[in-house]
């Protein structure tokens, strides 16, 4: 049973395109974060959700949008894809107060 | 502006010796030190995590020293085995429910 899970695992497309990424956890978790690992693997946050709200929005392009539409789902849309969006997309999931933040197996996208 | 520094980028250790990597911080207003351990194609993964009131907390092979004076944390992996060959990487939070903060990873691989 998988607890945070994110599809799809592999996405390749081309420049200019609009692509979404899903997330879904089923910990009962109240916060939701996307997270983006470069070529290098530095993993760097771009957003929090906590219980479908807003919480941290980090300098990201206006071109990444997420979409909580309940506490257990949270999706990454990029808009007017660029080269340098290639990277591993992470999606994670934690209690707002306590331990254990829990990541998905991540989404490799590459813009072509 | 990277708030978590880790050492060394990489680290070659042979069966049954200590593994040491090191991070400093600068945020005094941290209280919660993760360490994740990442396999390729996999998501970081929550290793041994510690709070700024103990100075060291023990799991199995695994051990965070934490010394709270000099902002900086390390983790010990004893008897180190060629399953534990990945990339480990430190981090940092104001609690658990904020965003990690985390260091550039360091790449172990331990030989046989």
């Known amino acids: 049973d998988t607890a945070v899970s994110q599809t799809p695992k592999y996405l390749v497309t081309q420049m200019g395109n609009d692509k979404s990424i899903k997330c879904e956890q089923n910990l009962g978790h109240d916060t939701m974060y996307w997270y983006k690992q470069d070529s290098k693997k530095f993993l760097k946050i771009m957003f929090s959700y906590n219980n479908k709200e807003l919480i941290i929005n980090e300098t990201v392009p206006n071109r990444f949008s997420p979409k909580s539409p309940d506490k257990a789902h949270l999706n990454l849309h990029i808009n007017s894809l660029e080269l340098g969006d290639s990277a591993v997309y992470f999606c994670?999931?934690?209690?707002?107060?306590?331990?254990?933040?829990?990541f998905g197996s991540g989404t490799r996208l590459t813009v072509v | 502006q990277q708030q978590v520094k880790q050492s060394p980028q990489s680290l070659i250790v042979q069966k049954g010796g200590i593994s040491i990597i090191n991070c400093a911080y600068e945020n005094t207003a941290f209280d919660y030190f993760p360490w994740y351990q990442q396999f390729p194609g996999k998501g970081p993964a929550l290793l041994i995590a510690?709070?700024?009131?103990?100075s060291e907390k023990k799991e199995g092979r695994f051990t965070i020293s934490f010394n709270k004076s000099a902002k900086q944390f390390s983790l010990h992996i004893m008897d180190s085995q060629p399953g534990d060959s990945a990339t480990y990487f430190c981090?940092?939070?104001?609690?658990?429910?904020?965003?990690?903060?985390f260091g550039k990873g360091t790449s172990l691989l331990v030989t046989p």
């Open positions: 981090a940092a939070s104001r609690n658990s429910g904020y965003a990690l903060n």
């Open positions: 994670a999931s934690s209690r707002f107060e306590g331990y254990g933040y829990t």
């Open positions: 510690i709070r700024p009131d103990v």
